[in-house]
Nanobody
């Protein structure tokens, strides 16, 4: 069983940056792909970025390409989402997930509780 906990969310002005962390406990993230999603009230959860468990391959949705970077520290069992050039439309609850292989689906084995990111204009 893997438990995930996101942190690093908060309020930031447009153009600013945040780095989200996703710490795993229970067991390490070795062998698990990781992904980041976000959700706005009334809308479906949206895939943002993913990283294979080897770290050799990444995938991003078009709206965050060039602005967001996904990474991980296997030794610390922690994943990261570096978010730069933030826009008001990036405001959402951000979730990390592990143990999936279909990036765009919600069929991931483990989810964190989410962290709120608010970008002011």
């Amino acid at each position: 069983q893997v438990r995930l906990a996101e942190s690093g969310g908060g309020l930031v002005q447009a153009g600013g940056s945040l780095r989200l962390s996703c710490e795993a406990s229970g067991r390490t993230l070795r062998g698990y792909n990781m992904a980041w999603f976000r959700q706005v009230p009334g809308k479906e959860r949206e895939f943002l970025a993913g990283l294979t468990w080897t770290g050799s391959s990444t995938k991003y949705t078009d709206s965050v390409k060039g602005r967001f970077t996904v990474s991980r520290d296997v030794a610390k069992s922690t994943g990261y989402l570096q978010m730069n050039s933030l826009k008001p439309e990036d405001t959402a609850v951000y979730y990390c997930a592990a143990g999936g292989s279909n990036w765009d689906s919600l069929s991931w084995s483990y989810w964190g509780q989410g962290t709120q990111v608010t970008v002011s204009s």
